[in-house]
């Protein structure tokens, strides 16, 4: 599923500017689909191109014109297309996973501050789902209750799993000494 997709989904809950999705891309989507305003305007843009989105300008004072889109029925019936694929990939794009593929080149010193770094941000996010249960789900989608579901499990296991495993990684200087030079 491609940003457009996603845009025309977030959609489906009412108008929103660029600002308002890339907000939600920042909360109730951050653990599992990345999106910056470099791929959200364009996105939006080419929805409206294409007839998925309509879009209205509020005037503001003191500040640019405030563009708010709404999904059309043309849009409505693209993104039930885009959601009958029977197989939706589940690809992972994880710089962490991809720094770890090296670790064998890092100081233990190097790779305790990234493994430290990462569970400080498991813990932001395992905040997030816990405020998000907190303030209430109740008139969250069953879909994304049951995302916001995955994505709590997934952290705590993730955490586990680092803080079970870091041996694995970090170990005398003599298997780092490529990292030395």
């Known amino acids: 599923m491609d940003v457009k997709t996603v845009c025309l989904g ?12 890339k907000k939600e891309f920042q909360s109730s989507f951050a653990h599992f689909f990345a999106a910056g305003y470099g791929s959200i305007y364009p996105a939006l843009s080419s929805l409206a191109t294409d007839g998925f989105v309509e879009c209205r300008e509020e005037l503001q004072e003191g500040k640019p014109d ?35 593929c090296f670790a064998h080149l890092m100081t233990n010193e190097q790779l305790q501050t990234v493994l430290n770094n990462r569970i400080k941000e498991i813990d932001r996010y395992l905040a997030m789902f816990n405020e998000f249960e907190t303030s209430g789900m109740d008139d969250w989608s069953p879909g994304m209750q049951f995302v916001c579901g995955c994505g709590k499990t997934v952290m705590k296991e993730l ?11 970090i170990n005398d200087e003599d298997s780092h000494k490529l990292a030395a030079g």
Do not use: C, W
């Not at 489906?12 to 308002?20: F, I, R």
């Open 10 to 21: 977030m959609l489906t809950d009412g108008e929103a500017s660029g600002y308002d999705l």
């Open 66 to 100: 405030r563009k708010v889109y709404r999904i059309t029925d043309k849009g409505l019936d693209r993104l039930r297309e885009e959601l009958r694929k029977p197989n939706p990939s589940h690809k992972v794009r994880s710089e962490f996973l991809a720094t770890m």
């Open 159 to 169: 955490r586990k799993y680092i803080e079970e495993n870091q041996h694995l990684l």
